[in-house]
């Protein structure tokens, strides 16, 4: 069976660091694409990254780049997320989610998303 | 960034009713288009891939269509596990977008 285990929810004060992760197994973890998805309370899905595990390509939404890193460790199937400095404002739901890797006029895009994890509650607060 | 707007935003109806949501690109996205199911609590659920190809395992009822900027959620017969809020993302750029979402309630 596919699978995308995220790691358990956090509780984290501002100004903390947090790397929580995204382990795949039942497919081959370097050839799709693992994205992040952000819902705040309340609210609706964000995009926030994507990384390929089979090379590392790592790209970001123009409103995360520079928020959040992104990596992978294929040894392990598992991919991160990571934060040096939590605000208030991240705390939220990410969910991470695999995706097939599209060939394009020599780069690659991600398609659909078509596993998704079940979400790792991300609390910040003094 | 390419914005994806939808339409309405919530949506009441009744249990057989047809159903449809409105996804719309800034710019065209080709047939670059999915949906998604989200249940409260839940991750989302792909539904829909490529505008209108009908993932694995999710019921015929529900359809799509559309390419270039306009492209259409279909449920033919609401029923009651449909009861939830749908996002279309497109994924033609370098980078993908999300809609704001459509909540679909009991009427």
């Known amino acids: 069976e596919v699978q995308l285990v995220q790691s358990g929810a956090e509780v984290k004060k501002p100004g903390e660091s947090l790397k929580i992760s995204c382990k795949g197994s039942?497919?081959?973890?370097?050839?799709?694409?693992i994205g992040w998805v952000r819902q705040m309370p309340g609210k609706g899905l964000e995009w926030m990254g994507i990384?390929?595990?089979?090379?590392?390509?790592?790209r970001y939404s123009p409103s995360f780049q520079g928020q959040v890193t992104i990596s992978a460790d294929k040894s392990i199937s598992t991919a991160y997320l990571q934060w040096s400095s939590l605000k208030a404002s991240d705390t939220a739901m990410y969910y991470c989610?695999?995706?097939?890797?599209?060939?394009?006029?020599?780069?690659?895009?991600?398609?659909?998303?078509?596993?998704w994890g079940k979400g790792t509650t991300v609390t910040v607060s003094s | 960034d390419i914005q994806m707007t939808q339409s309405p935003s919530t949506l009441s109806a009744s249990v057989g009713d047809r159903v449809t949501i409105t996804c719309r690109a800034s710019?065209?996205?080709?047939?670059?288009l999915a949906w998604y199911q989200q249940k409260p609590g839940k991750a989302p659920k792909l539904l829909i891939y490529?505008?209108?190809s009908l993932e694995s395992g999710v019921p015929s009822r529900f359809s799509g269509s559309g390419s270039g900027t306009e492209f259409t959620l279909t449920i033919s017969s609401l029923q009651p596990d449909d009861f939830a809020t749908y996002y279309c993302?497109?994924?033609?750029?370098?980078?993908?977008?999300f809609g704001q979402g459509t909540k679909v309630e009991i009427k």
């Open positions: 039942g497919y081959s973890f370097t050839t799709y694409w």
């Open positions: 989610a695999r995706g097939p890797r599209r060939a394009v006029w020599g780069s690659y895009r991600c398609d659909h998303m078509d596993v």
């Open positions: 990384i390929y595990p089979g090379d590392s390509d790592t």
């Open positions: 490529m505008a209108s």
């Open positions: 993302q497109q994924y033609n750029s370098y980078t993908s977008t």
């Open positions: 710019q065209s996205i080709s047939s670059w």
